[in-house]
């Protein structure tokens, strides 16, 4: 037997292997009761129940209207739903003019 028909033969049965423990996960898994709900007895905690839920019983109360009051709230000088862009009203800063470039030394022709 060559060696390549060795690894081959080694590729296929580590693919059976996997494929059998697979199908032996899925038959446990299909195998599984249903996980029955649980039932908290509220004597343990009292009147809260207990075990873990943070849910409260009354729903909290919502916010009054009007929201925070913010008395250092300042309006804002340009208005973003106006006519026209925002980019327009304010001019560019002029650009800096490009340096002129440096002059290139003269070359002398050479003599042969």
Not at 7 to 13: D, F, P, R
Not at 78 to 101: T, Y
Request: aromatic letters at 6%; one cysteine or more; charged letters at 30%.
């Amino acid at each position: 037997m060559t060696p390549d028909q060795e690894l081959v033969l080694l590729i296929g049965g580590l693919h059976l292997v996997a494929l059998l423990l697979a199908c032996v996960l899925f038959w446990l898994f299909m195998r599984a009761d249903a996980a029955d709900e649980y039932e908290s007895s509220d004597e343990d905690e009292g009147e809260g129940g207990g075990g873990g839920n943070d849910r409260l019983r009354d729903p909290p109360k919502p916010p009054k209207p009007g929201g925070v009051p913010l008395p250092d709230a300042q309006q804002s000088p340009e208005r973003f739903r106006g006519p026209g862009r925002l980019a327009d009203r304010h001019p560019f800063p002029e650009r800096r003019p490009e340096p002129a470039p440096e002059p290139r030394p003269r070359r002398a022709p050479e003599r042969v």
